[in-house]
């Protein structure tokens, strides 16, 4: 097992953004929590991760492959190729000494390479006969996306694989998942997810987009939209470079409120809108976890909000905990970085009623999220003067918070005629794949404008 060395170590830091000051009465706390992990070297308040990361926990990875070989990947012809170039690719893009699999996903999952249950360790070698291996790969047969997943957990978790490895995978598919039913997919979903995170990409436009971020969501991955099949090998290089870059596995968000608080809900704002609030597991009487996946060199922002009990004017207390933890090698958890929300009651009005400039810019991309989605469904269901109203909405929205790559992909779909008042009009023809475009990149978000 490779040693790292002290300045690859893990640092971890959460700084909290809030205003604290509740009016007579005010019970509702509202927080935004900046995670930040960096590679190496302390800095500001960072905290490294614990030693088993330095002896070598973040530089084992698994890598799964998942590749549609459904009879529509011949149609046309070159997209079954360019999904060959892309996973050749990915795999030129993998590090010594990391365990691969490609894996070949119709009604049923195949073992591409290396087969017999187990993984390859990536090497100039096996990289070559992983490649030459992929030259077999033919479009035939239905598309049942759970299997493929179950298959992938199988292998990720194998016994040459080693147990404190980051495991991910990549997914691929080009159509709807109309071989197996949607609660065989979600039961896939349910037994696979914490276990690995998955990035899940659509090329072309005769996939569901509802179906493919779903996947991606639930397995704390990125999904995205690769309209022209050209654009595979950019994309898939990009997302095993990513991939190579996490050091971190199993990073739970754990939050632990007061006797009486009520936690209203928590989900990640940045770098997209992601809901956690069902995904909370109890640890422990006014503790619970809430899984973030992955880490390499990155910044994450979440959004939490608990309603504490009452108290008196001048009263403060401590409305909530927020550690990042990560199971230790005694199974204990160990935790990373902390940081603390509060409450304080004040008859001061101006302090009350501020709204602190990060929570109200999340609050607005959440929203933004939210009527693109929504005016998407109005438009596909024939209601103009309801897709209008909330595309409207999402213009004013993206303008306001400088989200130019949504406002661009808005422009696509609606014709602007006032962005800061949110007057729009329907376009006639929208195409296919601008329309996902905007659907699937609905919840990628902006940070706070400096």
Request: with cysteine; net charge negative.
């Amino acid at each position: 097992m490779a040693k790292f060395s002290k300045s690859s170590v893990p640092q971890f830091s959460v700084d909290v953004y809030q205003n604290e000051f509740l009016p007579e009465g005010g019970r509702e706390v509202n927080a935004i929590v900046t995670v930040t992990s960096t590679g190496g070297g302390a800095v500001g308040g960072a905290v490294a991760a614990p030693q088993f990361y330095a002896a070598g926990r973040g530089a084992d990875a698994a890598v799964a492959l998942m590749v549609d070989c459904s009879g529509s990947m011949d149609y046309p012809p070159t997209k079954m190729r360019n999904a060959r170039d892309a996973t050749a690719a990915a795999i030129d893009t993998l590090r010594d000494g990391v365990h691969f699999a490609v894996i070949g996903g119709t009604h049923v999952a195949k073992e591409v390479f290396p087969g017999g249950g187990r993984l390859a360790v990536a090497d100039a070698q096996t990289r070559d006969q992983a490649k030459q291996a992929l030259r077999k790969l033919s479009a035939g047969g239905g598309t049942a996306i759970g299997t493929w997943l179950r298959l992938a957990d199988r292998l990720l978790w194998a016994a040459d694989v080693p147990a404190s490895s980051v495991r991910h995978g990549i997914l691929l598919t080009d159509g709807r998942n109309e071989h197996e039913s949607p609660e065989d997919l979600r039961a896939a979903l349910d037994a696979c997810a914490g276990r690995f995170t998955c990035d899940a990409r659509g090329v072309g436009t005769d996939w569901e987009v509802k179906e493919v971020t779903g996947i991606a969501s639930a397995m704390l991955g990125t999904a995205d939209i690769v309209a022209d099949p050209a654009g595979l090998a950019a994309d898939f290089t990009r997302m095993m470079e990513t991939a190579m870059g996490k050091e971190v596995a199993d990073v739970a968000l754990r939050l632990w409120t007061p006797l009486g608080a009520e936690i209203k809900f928590v989900k990640q704002v940045a770098p997209t809108v992601e809901e956690l609030t069902d995904r909370r597991v109890d640890v422990g009487p006014r503790a619970g976890d809430y899984p973030t996946g992955s880490w390499g060199d990155e910044s994450r922002d979440y959004h939490v909000c608990v309603q504490v009990p009452n108290a008196e004017l001048g009263q403060e207390m401590l409305a909530g905990r927020v550690s990042l933890v990560v199971p230790g090698a005694d199974g204990s958890a160990q935790t990373l970085a902390q940081g603390l929300v509060r409450a304080v009651w004040t008859d001061d009005m101006t302090a009350s009623t501020s709204i602190n400039p990060q929570v109200a810019h999340y609050t607005g991309q959440a929203e933004l999220a939210q009527v693109i989605q929504q005016g998407l469904d109005a438009r596909k269901a024939g209601d103009a003067d309801g897709a209008t109203a909330k595309l409207g909405r999402a213009v004013q929205l993206a303008a306001a918070s400088g989200n130019a790559d949504t406002a661009k992909l808005l422009s696509k779909v609606v014709d602007v005629v006032d962005a800061a008042e949110g007057t729009v009009r329907l376009k006639a023809k929208v195409a296919e794949a601008d329309e996902m475009t905007l659907e699937t990149r609905s919840t990628k978000t902006v940070r706070v404008k400096k």
